[in-house]
């Protein structure tokens, strides 16, 4: 696929600027996330109209193989530049753990595989960082301990800009290699995490480089939007009737139901009738307690998960994922670190997709919500799995079987395999 | 001059000392706030800290010995 083609024929001004989710404030489509009235949340103002003389099943079917068919409802002006392959990862339809879970129609969307680095992070950054080219950066950088971290280090290296990632300083070598290997500049902060919090805000404030969760959120965020749209193309154009996925900022939960009514607004699907689901780890789970006690805040939290890619004890659209779990009558439920082992385990044993510790934990949750029947046997379920389990090897390494030892004898490997047919 | 946006969450412990009133007094910060939802038993008050970044500094970090919580506008931002 050559650049060129990745997207035939990008439509012209279907940006209209950015707005701010709270005051409805206008502003330029720039790197920009904040309003500079009340402090709301700036999104992307889409000049819908235009999209809808354009955009057709068929159109997006002719696309490329990747996020980019859908480049008519994403936040960039031009031609991708970096990230042509990220997205259409599969959607597999989970028999077995659906005939474990008492469920007739589940389907795990399968981010483990996303291109480059294994995770649903991959369509975020390609959105991302096409914009701030196109914005005119020459600097990527972000604030992260892992998935977003790899992916920023791997586009940046591929889109040849000097790319800057931001850790707490004592975290443990292995988890920075994957970031490392594609030669970003890795600055460990001496101090705590909140310390390296308040200290990204700064920098992205003082300097001209594309935060990719901070000043280019408001075009980074819309990169989720992709996993409602490959959903439903996948499910032939329609709507599941629950989805389950994993909330840490809470931007993925809200992206993926704003992604569903775009496409209904837009006459591509019929109906959404279908809830949405989150899942936290039960160490981390600001946005689940707000749920279970009724109350329409988030009060923040310490993590204290083995799931670290989900542990947002903070998080900036927590508000806004707890409201679009009740506009659909969803649920939000925890799992804790065994119960999150055993989801890893069970999505491998039954499915053969070995996930990260985020993924065990909408799998747990799944496997809670179908028990305790807010699932039922006959929706169609759709459970978003969204980063690889080579990544987090050490929240498992403990609670797998031995290998079986035996000497190079045919004898030796019956006897102790116990075999009996041949 | 700099300016840095903060959001500051009130334990119920909290909610009735002028904390606010007190930063802008210790530390040459102009302090500007633009949203709030302060009730009964928590509160948060999202505002603009102006002035020279070491004084902005110090109140951030005066803001953490007061016992309440302070953070970036963007809240966690490592992900």
């Given at each position: 696929?050559?650049?060129?083609?990745?997207?035939?024929?990008?439509?012209?001004?279907?940006?209209?600027?950015?707005?701010?989710?709270?005051?409805?404030?206008?502003?330029?489509?720039?790197?920009?996330?904040?309003?500079?009235?009340?402090?709301?949340?700036?999104?992307?103002?889409?000049?819908?109209?235009?999209?809808?003389?354009?955009?057709?099943?068929?159109?997006?079917?002719?696309?490329?193989?990747?996020?980019?068919?859908?480049?008519?409802l994403?936040?960039?002006?031009?031609?991708?530049?970096?990230?042509?392959?990220?997205?259409?990862?599969?959607?597999?339809?989970?028999?077995?753990?659906?005939?474990?879970?008492?469920?007739?129609?589940?389907?795990?969307?399968?981010?483990?595989?996303?291109?480059?680095t294994?995770?649903?992070k991959?369509?975020?950054?390609?959105?991302?960082?096409?914009?701030?080219?196109?914005?005119?950066?020459?600097?990527?950088?972000?604030?992260?301990?892992?998935?977003?971290?790899?992916?920023?280090?791997?586009?940046?290296?591929?889109?040849?800009?000097?790319?800057?990632?931001?850790?707490?300083?004592?975290?443990?070598?292995?988890?920075?290699?994957?970031?490392?290997?594609?030669?970003?500049?890795?600055?460990?902060?001496?101090?705590?995490?909140?310390?390296?919090?308040?200290?990204?805000?700064?920098?992205?404030?003082?300097?001209?480089?594309?935060?990719?969760?901070?000043?280019?959120?408001?075009?980074?965020?819309?990169?989720?939007?992709?996993?409602?749209?490959?959903?439903?193309?996948?499910?032939?154009?329609?709507?599941?009737?629950?989805?389950?996925?994993?909330?840490?900022?809470?931007?993925?939960?809200?992206?993926?139901?704003?992604?569903?009514?775009?496409?209904?607004?837009?006459?591509l699907?019929?109906?959404?009738?279908?809830?949405?689901?989150?899942?936290?780890?039960?160490?981390?789970a600001?946005?689940?307690?707000?749920?279970?006690?009724?109350?329409?805040?988030?009060?923040?939290?310490?993590p204290?998960?083995?799931?670290?890619?989900?542990?947002?004890?903070?998080?900036?659209?927590?508000?806004?994922?707890?409201?679009?779990?009740?506009?659909?009558?969803?649920?939000?439920?925890?799992?804790?670190?065994?119960?999150?082992?055993?989801?890893?385990?069970?999505?491998?044993?039954?499915?053969?997709?070995?996930?990260?510790?985020?993924?065990?934990?909408?799998?747990?949750?799944?496997?809670?919500?179908?028990?305790?029947?807010?699932?039922?046997?006959?929706?169609?379920?759709?459970?978003?799995?969204?980063?690889?389990?080579?990544?987090?090897?050490?929240?498992?390494?403990?609670?797998?079987?031995?290998?079986?030892?035996?000497?190079?004898?045919?004898?030796?490997?019956?006897?102790?395999?116990?075999?009996?047919?041949? | 001059?700099?300016?840095?946006?903060?959001?500051?969450?009130?334990?119920?412990?909290?909610?009735?000392?002028?904390?606010?009133?007190?930063?802008g007094?210790?530390?040459?910060?102009v302090?500007?706030?633009?949203?709030a939802?302060?009730?009964?038993?928590?509160?948060?008050?999202?505002?603009?800290?102006?002035?020279?970044?070491?004084?902005?500094?110090?109140a951030?970090?005066?803001?953490?010995?007061?016992?309440?919580?302070?953070?970036?506008?963007?809240?966690?931002?490592?992900?």
């Open positions: 696929m050559s650049r060129k083609s990745a997207v035939s024929d990008i439509l012209k001004q279907k940006i209209k600027g950015l707005k701010c989710r709270e005051c409805g404030k206008l502003y330029p489509p720039v790197a920009l996330h904040v309003c500079e009235f009340c402090f709301g949340p700036l999104e992307v103002d889409y000049n819908y109209d235009e999209i809808r003389r354009h955009i057709s099943r068929e159109r997006i079917e002719n696309g490329p193989k990747s996020l980019w068919r859908y480049a008519d994403l936040p960039v002006e031009g031609p991708p530049t970096v990230g042509l392959y990220a997205g259409f990862t599969p959607l597999i339809e989970a028999r077995n753990l659906g005939a474990e879970l008492g469920l007739k129609k589940l389907y795990i969307k399968n981010d483990t595989v996303n291109h480059p294994l995770s649903f991959d369509r975020v950054v390609a959105i991302a960082i096409t914009r701030a080219r196109e914005l005119g950066f020459t600097a990527v950088a972000c604030a992260s301990t892992g998935n977003l971290a790899n992916s920023v280090a791997a586009h940046a290296a591929e889109a040849r800009l000097r790319c800057y990632v931001f850790i707490p300083g004592d975290l443990e070598a292995g988890k920075i290699l994957g970031s490392l290997i594609y030669a970003p500049t890795v600055v460990a902060v001496e101090g705590n995490y909140d310390d390296v919090n308040r200290l990204c805000s700064e920098v992205a404030g003082e300097y001209h480089w594309a935060f990719v969760n901070i000043n280019i959120r408001p075009y980074y965020a819309e990169g989720s939007k992709t996993l409602a749209f490959e959903t439903a193309e996948q499910l032939g154009w329609k709507a599941p009737d629950h989805v389950v996925v994993p909330v840490a900022s809470g931007s993925l939960l809200t992206k993926i139901w704003k992604g569903f009514n775009e496409l209904k607004m837009l006459g699907i019929d109906r959404v009738d279908m809830k949405v689901s989150g899942a936290q780890a039960e160490g981390c600001p946005v689940a307690s707000a749920f279970k006690e009724g109350r329409d805040f988030i009060r923040p939290v310490k204290k998960t083995i799931a670290k890619s989900i542990a947002i004890g903070n998080p900036a659209d927590g508000y806004y994922a707890l409201k679009a779990v009740h506009e659909s009558k969803g649920a939000l439920e925890t799992a804790t670190d065994e119960e999150t082992v055993e989801g890893i385990k069970l999505l491998a044993r039954t499915e053969g997709i070995f996930a990260e510790t985020a993924g065990g934990v909408t799998i747990a949750v799944l496997k809670k919500l179908a028990q305790k029947g807010i699932i039922s046997k006959e929706e169609t379920v759709v459970a978003y799995v969204t980063g690889n389990g080579l990544k987090t090897q050490e929240a498992v390494i403990n609670a797998v079987d031995e290998v079986v030892r035996i000497d190079p004898s045919l004898d030796s490997f019956e006897k102790t395999l116990k075999l009996k047919e041949k | 001059m700099a300016s840095f946006k903060i959001r500051i969450s009130f334990p119920e412990e909290k909610i009735k000392e002028p904390i606010i009133y007190k930063i007094h210790e530390f040459k910060v302090t500007n706030i633009r949203r939802d302060v009730r009964e038993k928590t509160g948060w008050v999202e505002l603009e800290l102006n002035g020279d970044p070491s004084e902005i500094e110090k951030v970090a005066s803001l953490k010995t007061k016992g309440v919580k302070v953070e970036p506008i963007e809240r966690n931002i490592i992900e």
